[in-house]
């Protein structure tokens, strides 16, 4: 998941993924903040419209790949 959103969203992105079950991979600082995250796939929709509420309608997660990875039962 790539979120490209203002310096001022970037906490508030970084903790609704970490609420969500996924981890930040990279982030860069630029002009804007681009984080790009691994989500659960069930809850990507979920994210998208945090982050579109938060921002406004100014952000919208964009989905660039699909990764397989083994997770942790509990």
């Given at each position: ?8 969203l970037y906490e ?63």
């Amino acid at each position: 998941m790539l979120t490209v959103c203002a310096y001022s969203l970037y906490e508030r992105v970084k903790s609704s993924i970490a609420a969500r079950g996924g981890i930040v991979e990279t982030t860069d600082f630029a002009a804007d903040v681009c984080i790009e995250a691994l989500l659960p796939a069930q809850v990507t929709e979920e994210f998208r419209a945090e982050v579109r509420n938060m921002s406004a309608g100014a952000v919208e997660p964009e989905v660039v790949d699909t990764v397989f990875r083994a997770a942790r039962v509990r």
